[in-house]
């Protein structure tokens, strides 16, 4: 479970200040499935790094499984980021000169995991997301549906109970884009919590939970089914 209690964060300083987020207030049980919408500039990558450990709230309390995460140090943030925390993003973010399997193998490197364990992982999280016969191609030699597969496979290296995805369908056209939902919605159904920013309201209906925000505040946050 994750609770954000008047979450705000500030870009900058003094005179260049940004306020971003003005007061978040956010509780996201385990498994469920939720699209974070809103317009441009509104703040939702903000708080997706906020959410998987990548940045800092400027303040407001953050609480994981119960436990608050106060001013952790960045190395504390990074192991809880690697224990729970999924991420895909829109531009994919892969190693050029790497093939899929090392693609998805790479977090497992700095978690101490043997070549071997690593490549075994590899692959059966590829077989997972429906890439068995792509293993070894380089990432200029998969399509955009096929990159973001071998990104989910990364995110889920770990075994991580959230998966945080800004944007995933953005680079993606639609009959690809309802592929990488239906991986999603598939791994949401096995438990994982899934927790997306999307612009397209036939994307946002994969979720259970609708979130809109606005000038960095919550204005609408609506369950369906
Ligand atoms: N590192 C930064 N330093 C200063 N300002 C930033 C920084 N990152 C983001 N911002 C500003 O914070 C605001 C919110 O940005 P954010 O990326 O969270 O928006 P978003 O809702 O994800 O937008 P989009 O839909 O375009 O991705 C924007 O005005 C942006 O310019
Ligand atoms: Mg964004």
């Known amino acids: 479970m994750i609770k954000l209690t008047n979450i705000t964060k500030i870009y900058g300083k003094g005179d260049l200040e940004v306020p971003v987020l003005h007061g978040i207030d956010l509780t996201v049980e385990d498994g469920e499935f939720i699209a974070i919408m809103g317009p441009s500039g509104s703040g939702k990558s903000t708080l997706m790094n906020i959410i998987g450990f990548l940045d800092y709230p400027t303040a407001g309390t953050f609480e994981l499984n119960g436990e608050p995460i106060g001013s952790a140090k960045e190395r504390v943030l990074a192991r809880l980021r690697n224990e729970h925390i999924g991420f895909v993003f829109q531009q994919f973010f892969m190693f ?81 884009s309802e592929q990488i939902m239906e991986l999603f919605t598939q791994l949401n159904a096995e438990g994982k919590t899934v927790i997306l920013v999307t612009h397209e309201e036939e994307i946002a209906a994969y979720a259970n939970r609708i979130i809109t925000i606005k000038d960095g505040l919550i204005i609408d946050d609506r369950r369906e089914r």
């Open 96 to 176: 050029p000169r790497d093939n899929a399997i090392k693609n998805v193998a790479s977090p497992l490197i700095y978690a101490g995991v043997s070549k071997r364990e690593r490549t075994e992982r590899a692959k059966q999280l590829l077989d997972k997301v429906g890439l068995g016969d792509r293993m070894k191609h380089l990432p200029s030699e998969l399509s955009g549906g096929q990159k973001q597969r071998v990104a989910i496979a990364r995110a889920l290296v770990n075994n991580p109970s959230i998966l945080l995805a800004d944007e995933p369908t953005g680079a993606l056209d639609s009959k690809t």
